[in-house]
């Protein structure tokens, strides 16, 4: 069975074909600057070189990018596969389900309605991620789409978590809350990290997505209770470009002290913000890390806000499950930077927790990283939100497929 996987960002596209008999990726590419100058696509086929394109004129939407991918996919030279006939079902990754969405699901008319009216909550993302669905439709008639939303792991918060203390007015008008993101990726390592523990009846486990974008969630008996962004991806960790939770007086008072519209600010806090905002010199750890060991001193102190955030909210989670049995590191820095795991780990002695210093030198694979004497377990997971996707869409294809014969079937009776 041949799967598709489309990640659409506001100017960008990520794919992933998958042959999920043998679990083998066929395909993966990128195509980044859609409407902007610059538009490229990079594809790589397994087995053959990497291959990249630049356009003279820049790619109009997410449509036009799509069909360039499809053209690559089915290409005798660089492509995979014959027919896009092959392909049996594309998931695609949605940012904002709203309330609406608790899991994945095939995309239907009414669907699209809804991911629709939750473009006002991932103004961004969610129309790109709609063009990418209405694209495959036109492209692949009859082959189903199936829609993996960012937020719908988050859904069974309770309502003490995702409450936002604002007139509850909001709340009932417009779904003014938190909701959550990363849901994919937190998925897929707390699931694995309950497996790596023995999958216990019970279990506390608290993730940490830390990449560009960062986000925690308290995960209890595998269902998600709490989370650090918000409404939308601005709330919660210092990330790369994101400020995180700051007091929204921030907003009013640099505003009025630079004579900069709302917007502005709100450019600032989501672009200019987090570790780049501190720091003066990148939102990339790896170049912080290089700074700050060249004795910048801002550097240093923007990886020190960074670990400082990580730990308040571990610590506040902690409290939220009353206990933690696996603290897990994911994404581009959770997987890679050891100096900031260690400074994190170092806060949580008093839970008789210890990295082990070679295991935690180790990059980009699984592994238990506290020492074998350690209360709670500290684990590297690297994050794989394609396969996730992609199993979610085998799943759902392969139950529409049974019912759709067992509909037939009766038809023909
Ligand atoms: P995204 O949110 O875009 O998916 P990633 O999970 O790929 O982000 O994380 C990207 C970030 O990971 C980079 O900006 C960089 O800060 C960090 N990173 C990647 N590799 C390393 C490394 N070896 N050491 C430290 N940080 C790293």
């Known amino acids: 069975m041949k799967i598709l996987v489309i990640n659409c960002g506001s100017s960008s596209l990520k794919y992933q074909l998958y042959n999920m008999d043998n ?7 990128l195509v980044e600057r859609i409407g902007i100058d610059g538009s490229n696509l990079q594809h790589k086929p397994a087995g053959k070189a990497k291959d990249k394109y630049v356009f003279e004129q820049p790619l109009k939407n997410h449509s036009e990018a799509i069909k360039l991918v499809m053209d690559k996919l089915v290409d005798p030279e660089c492509g995979v596969i014959a027919d896009l006939s092959e392909i049996n079902g594309v998931g ?4 904002h389900g709203s309330k609406f969405f608790t899991e994945s699901c095939v995309v239907t008319e009414e669907v699209k309605k809804v991911v629709t009216e939750c473009a006002d909550l991932g103004p961004l993302h969610n129309p790109a991620n709609l063009m990418g669905i209405e694209a495959c439709e036109e492209l692949m008639p009859g082959v ?10 988050h859904q069974t918060m309770p309502p003490k978590a995702y409450m936002y203390p604002l007139p509850y007015e909001y709340y009932e008008k417009y779904n003014v809350r938190r909701y959550g993101f990363h849901g994919t990726s937190h998925r897929y390592v707390s699931k694995r990290a309950i497996e790596m523990l023995g999958n216990p009846e019970h279990s506390r486990v608290i993730t940490c997505h830390l990449g560009n974008g960062s986000s925690i969630a308290a995960v209890k008996d595998g269902k998600c209770i709490d989370t650090s962004m918000g409404l ?5 960790l210092v990330m790369g470009t994101r400020s995180g939770d700051i007091d929204p007086t921030c907003i009013e008072f640099i505003a009025h002290k630079e004579n900069l519209s709302l917007e502005q600010v709100m450019d600032i806090i989501n672009k200019k913000s987090g570790v780049l905002g501190i720091s003066g ?20 102190l923007a990886l020190r806000v960074f670990s400082h955030s990580v730990v308040k909210y571990i610590g506040s989670f902690i409290a939220v499950m009353n206990g933690v049995d696996a603290i897990v ?52 997971i690297p994050t794989n939100e394609e396969l996730a996707i992609c199993r979610d869409t085998v799943e759902i294809v392969t139950k529409k497929m049974v019912e759709d014969t067992v509909k037939d079937v009766l038809n023909n009776n």
């Open 23 to 29: 679990n083998e990726v066929l395909a993966k590419g």
């Open 281 to 300: 010199v990148s939102s990339d750890f790896r170049d912080l890390d290089e700074a700050a060991k060249a004795g910048n001193k801002r550097a240093d």
């Open 329 to 380: 590191f994911t994404a581009g820095i959770g997987e890679n930077d050891d100096i900031i795991r260690s400074r994190i780990i170092e806060h949580f002695d008093y839970l008789d927790t210890t990295l082990d210093q070679k295991a935690n030198k180790m990059h980009g694979e699984e592994r238990i990283i506290s020492t074998p004497e350690s209360k709670v377990k500290v684990i590297c």
């Open 144 to 153: 189903k789409n199936v829609a993996v939303f960012d937020t719908a792991f």
């Open 92 to 95: 695609h990754r949605v940012l």
């Open 232 to 236: 939308t991806p601005l709330e919660g």
